[in-house]
């Protein structure tokens, strides 16, 4: 059987406004049938990465693919796979909503039957069909929202990118878009959707990337990212000599990960924040005769920075 390919791909892919680096090399992957939750305060750099998937905007090196298709050579190949729901709506104010949803169907080339069809499953989907005669100027905020789904799906395209779909919407509507996103991911589409908060995706999503200052800090499905965001500490010592002799009597002790070896200077990570603990360890390294110059802790673990993102800090 052939692997199957990523319907959404993100390539080291870098973007910078003057002296702002909007994204700053982001890569991750989707899947077709999987939700990827983008997670990041204002200004983090999402929907940069979503304009650039939506050949709305080129990146200044790496690339974005849906498909497979390059967003930078192949635009016109990607747009046809394509569906993208911007976080602003457009003024469209004088039609209803069967005439705009008519409007970017034949915009995409749907004709005749198909067309009618387009519609019908469209309306039904979002639960439009009820006010489909209805002037887009009298639809609240929640109906606004489905409208603008039902655009970016009115060609029924294998890859959705929606940009922050439950701003301003009520917990009722929240729970209608959660029920409408697994529901095109259980017809097999790849989904990519953004907010600020976690727990407003958590539950839909397969995998999430949680993005800040343009880098992506950490990215896996829910479990993994949980596992990653265990408390630690970033632990720095200095040595006269004999930085190998101590990553290797490091290897051995618990709660130590990811040790790293620069002549002799040795950073690893403690999954421990505990004083006392941390003290016992610093204890351990020179009864062992190791000779420390400098022994240096950094407290912001990846749990500080994902707590003031998931709740809602800006940066
Ligand atoms: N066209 C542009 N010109 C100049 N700066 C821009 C432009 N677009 C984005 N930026 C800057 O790039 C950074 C990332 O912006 P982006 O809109 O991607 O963030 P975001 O994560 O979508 O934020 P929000 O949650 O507020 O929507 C910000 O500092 C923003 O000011
Ligand atoms: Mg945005």
């Known amino acids: 059987m052939v692997a199957s390919q990523p319907m959404i791909q993100l390539r080291r892919v870098f973007r910078s406004f003057g002296s702002t680096q909007a994204v700053h090399d982001v890569s991750f992957e989707v899947e077709a049938g999987q939700v990827f939750g983008y997670i990041g305060p204002n200004g983090a750099g999402k929907t940069t990465s979503m304009r650039i998937l939506a050949t709305l905007d080129l990146p200044d090196y790496g690339d974005a693919l849906i498909d497979g298709f390059s967003c930078v050579n192949d635009p016109d190949r990607v747009r046809r796979r394509l569906g993208f729901m911007p976080d602003n709506f457009g003024t469209y104010a004088n039609m209803n909503c069967i005439e705009y949803l008519d409007f970017f169907a034949r915009s995409y080339g749907i004709l005749g039957r198909d067309r009618t069809r387009a519609l019908r499953r469209t309306l039904a989907y979002t639960g439009l069909d009820k006010i489909a005669e209805k002037s887009i ?130 950073r690893f990570q403690f999954a421990c924040t505990d004083p006392q603990l941390q003290a016992e360890l610093l204890r351990a390294i020179i009864s062992a005769n190791f000779s420390v110059l400098e022994y240096s802790t950094e407290s912001r673990s990846l749990e500080d920075v994902f707590l003031q993102i998931t709740t809602g800090a800006v940066q």
Do not use: F, Y
């Open 137 to 266: 100027r009298g639809l609240s905020k929640g109906m606004r929202q489905r409208l603008c789904l039902g655009r970016a799906m009115i060609h029924d395209p294998a890859v959705l990118i929606l940009d922050e779909p439950a701003n301003g919407l009520d917990p009722r509507a929240r729970i209608e878009l959660r029920q409408m996103i697994c529901g095109l991911a259980a017809e097999g589409k790849a989904l990519l959707v953004s907010s600020h908060i976690l727990s407003e995706l958590g539950e839909m999503c397969d995998s999430i990337g949680i993005i800040e200052r343009g880098k992506l800090i950490v990215s896996g499905t829910v479990a993994e990212i949980k596992t990653k965001l265990r408390p630690h500490i970033d632990v720095l010592v200095q040595l006269t000599d004999g930085g190998e002799q101590l990553s290797h009597w490091l290897a051995g002790k618990p709660k130590v990960a990811n040790i790293q070896v620069s002549e002799r200077v040795v």
